[in-house]
């Protein structure tokens, strides 16, 4: 049982290259939630769905895009990077309903230069 | 929007202590969850307290939850050196209805336990 499991888990990008990190998780979670992390910045949650095929926006949207395709499976999508997008990005699933834990993955360090 | 926030930002002691990390919330919740987060590694869940709880046990864990002063705290006690770790508490945000299905996480406490 794998759990989360994050792709790829380093990236390094040049300003204005695109790129997808995949989120997969095993344990058919309802909700999927994609973070980023930032020194000083705490946890923020960039986008999350709550059901296949469906999205929403989170805190700090701007410059991603997500799908939800499959249950199992959260995309994360950077169609013009930015430096500003250099972080750590997590992500996390749910079991359905209003209360319950977050399962996150190891995270992936993506540097855009 | 960030609904809860850690004190102290970092905190270090040494092994066999007790630590407290406290964390304060804006609005009214239905739950509180602490999360540890490893140096490089992605968090894990410790410990969830409902609304209706004052106080929640797990191993060497103590969560109390105040409502009335939206506050909760982190009682590690006989700490280790694998503690060390950072510490979130997580809440829904502010104008989320109390559903914490799109939670929110404070900005952390860094506690190393010396050996």
């Known amino acids: 049982n794998a759990g989360v499991t994050q792709t790829p888990k380093f990236r390094v990008l040049k300003t204005g290259q695109s790129m997808t990190l995949l989120c997969a998780q095993d344990?058919?979670?309802?909700?999927m939630y994609w973070y980023r992390q930032d020194p000083g910045m705490g946890l923020r949650l960039i986008h999350y769905s709550v059901g296949e095929g469906t999205t929403a926006k989170g805190e700090v949207p701007d410059g991603y895009n997500v799908s939800r395709l499959k249950k199992q499976n959260f995309l994360l999508g950077l169609e013009s990077a930015a430096p500003s997008q250099t972080s750590v990005y997590f992500c996390a699933s749910k079991p359905g309903g209003p209360t319950g834990e977050l399962f996150f993955g190891e995270g992936s360090r993506l540097t855009v230069l | 929007s960030q609904q809860g926030e850690e004190d102290p930002q970092a905190l270090s002691i040494q092994e066999g202590e007790n630590a407290t990390m406290n964390c304060s919330y804006k609005t009214s919740i239905n739950n509180l969850q602490w999360y540890r987060q490893n140096s490089g590694r992605g968090l894990v869940h410790l410990i969830l307290?409902?609304?209706?709880?004052r106080e929640k046990h797990s191993g060497r864990l103590r969560v109390t939850l105040d409502t009335s002063k939206k506050s909760s705290s982190l009682l590690i006690t006989a700490s280790r050196a694998a503690d060390t770790a950072s510490y979130f508490c997580?809440?829904?945000?502010?104008?989320?209805?109390?559903?914490?299905?799109?939670?929110?996480f404070g900005k952390g406490t860094l506690l190393t336990v010396n050996p």
């Open positions: 344990m058919n979670h309802e909700y």
């Open positions: 307290i409902r609304s209706n709880e």
């Open positions: 997580a809440t829904p945000p502010v104008g989320g209805g109390g559903s914490n299905y799109k939670l929110t």
